[in-house]
T-cell receptor, first 110, second 115 residues
Framework: QKEVEQNSGPLSVPEGAIASLNCTYS??????FFWYRQYSGKSPELIMS????GDKEDGRFTAQLNKASQYVSLLIRDSQPSDSATYLC??????????FGAGTRLFVKA | GAGVSQTPSNKVTEKGKYVELRCDPI?????LYWYRQSLGQGPEFLIY????????DSGLPNDRFFAVRPEGSVSTLKIQRTERGDSAVYLC?????????????FGAGSRLTVL
């Protein structure tokens, strides 16, 4: 079992729709969770961090965490073509070791 | 510096050669990470440093890979006897570790091609 698992996609949504990205992790002791966005040919950049169960909203982005189910998700409302990228779920395990999932490719169609 | 700087941005080498990749982290960041990313994959953890010491090197694939951070700032990833399978983008990231936040800031990466 991989430490962080994501559906590789691609996920295709029309402009203005909600994009839902999911991630599961194996280390039950993990406390810190992140979503990074990576445009083609670029490096990952942080979108959201979440540390407590529940929802955390930042503009069009909402991160959701359920530690009992070892599940993290990212919702993107009013999706724009500029949101087309790969979204990486990241989890801190064992100290400050940050492990990434394989990423989900998102396409937003104009 | 203002951001994480990685050099070279591109490196083409022949199988069996030795390669060094350099990372200059954000000033004041105590932690430094190396990842390897192949096309269509997420960043694969290699090693991270807390100050000068390697806190976790469990991701180094074999003993051909070695990394140092002698003064707690700049780090060098060293690859001996390169193989074609080592071809990838090598990403460096740094963070200021506090309260478990550990948000990573990445450099632009070093693309390594082994012919």
């Amino acid at each position: 079992q991989k430490e962080v698992e994501q559906n590789s996609g691609p996920l295709s949504v029309p402009e203005g729709a909600i994009a839902s990205l999911n991630c599961t992790y194996s280390d039950r002791g993990s406390q810190s969770f992140f979503w990074y966005r990576q445009y083609s040919g670029k490096s990952p950049e942080l979108i959201m961090s979440i540390y407590s169960n529940g929802d955390k909203e930042d503009g069009r982005f909402t991160a959701q965490l359920n530690k009992a189910s070892q599940y993290v998700s990212l919702l993107i409302r009013d999706s724009q073509p500029s949101d087309s990228a790969t979204y990486l779920c990241a989890v801190i395990t064992g100290g400050f070791k940050t492990i990434f999932g394989a990423g989900t490719r998102l396409f937003v169609k104009a | 510096g203002a951001g994480v700087s990685q050099t070279p941005s591109n490196k083409v080498t022949e199988k069996g050669k030795y390669v060094e990749l350099r990372c200059d982290p954000i000033s004041g960041h105590t932690a430094l990470y190396w990842y390897r990313q192949s096309l269509g994959q997420g960043p694969e953890f290699l090693i991270y440093f807390q100050g000068t010491g390697a806190a976790d090197d469990s991701g180094l694939p074999n003993d051909r890979f070695f990394a140092v951070r002698p003064e707690g700032s700049v780090s060098t990833l060293k690859i001996q006897r390169t193989e074609r399978g080592d071809s990838a983008v090598y990403l460096c990231a740094s963070s200021f570790q506090g309260s478990g936040a550990n948000v990573l800031t990445f450099g632009a990466g070093s693309r390594l091609t082994v012919l």
